[in-house]
């Protein structure tokens, strides 16, 4: 069964440093997206990507995070300085339908940020 | 808000008892999703009703959703401790799907 694959599983980081978690989505899918979650707390969205261009952003989404698909197999989060509360599971997720459609969520295992 | 609120928060039963976790939303649907999550891992698709449907089933799951009451409920039946979870409905009608907290589900064995 196809998969979304994340890299890496876990990272530490200090804080300030830039970090780039990757993610290979399912290869037919065209809808991309980020969450994370902090230790015991909710799955937080952060943000939708299609045909290029960021769709949807929540207000985590700041200026320090931006994401990117440099090429056909891969999309990114990049996270300029790190701050401590970036300490999380990050989760790609990609679907093949959007919105209008049975927009299916396949996420992958999540990448693991520790920010000393 | 897209997202959907999970009843209860959390939820204990025995092997083999089942397990009806409920859902409420705010905004019209398009479709309405239920997803699994194990302690710490990714999400994992379960099932999926459209707005035109009352019911649906997928192996030990049967879910429900009445459009009017803007409610969902999803069904365990002859539960396992493999089932433990947390449990999320969403409304994946735009860009920003939400998930909420989610009901946490623990079947002792």
């Known amino acids: 069964e196809p998969e979304v694959t994340q890299t890496p599983s876990h990272q530490v980081t200090q804080m300030g440093q830039e970090v780039i978690l990757r993610c290979v989505p399912i290869?037919?899918?065209?809808?991309f997206y980020w969450y994370r979650q902090i230790l015991g707390q909710k799955v937080e969205f952060l943000v939708s990507f299609y045909n290029n261009e960021i769709s949807e952003k929540s207000e985590i989404f700041d200026d320090q995070f931006s994401v990117e698909r440099p090429d056909g197999s891969n999309f990114t989060l990049k996270i300029r300085s790190t701050k401590l509360e970036d300490s999380a599971m990050y989760f790609c997720?990609?679907?093949?339908?959007?919105?209008?459609?049975?927009?299916?969520?396949?996420f992958g295992a999540g990448s693991r940020l520790t920010v000393l | 808000s897209q997202q959907g609120e999970e009843d209860p928060q959390a939820l204990s039963i025995q092997e083999g008892e089942n397990a009806t976790m409920n859902c409420s939303y705010k905004?019209?649907?398009?479709?309405l999703q239920w997803y699994r999550q194990n302690s710490g891992r990714g999400l994992v698709h379960l099932i999926l009703i459209r707005s035109n449907e009352r019911e649906k089933h997928s192996g030990r799951l049967r879910v429900t959703l009445d459009t009017s009451k803007k409610s969902s409920s999803l069904l365990i039946t002859a539960s396992r401790a493999a089932d433990t979870a947390s449990y999320f409905c969403?409304?994946?009608?735009?860009?920003?799907?939400?998930f909420g907290a989610g009901t946490r589900l623990f079947v002792k064995a």
């Open positions: 905004t019209s649907i398009n479709n």
């Open positions: 969403v409304n994946t009608g735009g860009f920003k799907t939400i």
């Open positions: 997720a990609s679907s093949e339908f959007g919105p209008s459609g049975a927009n299916v969520l396949t």
């Open positions: 290869s037919n899918h065209l809808y």
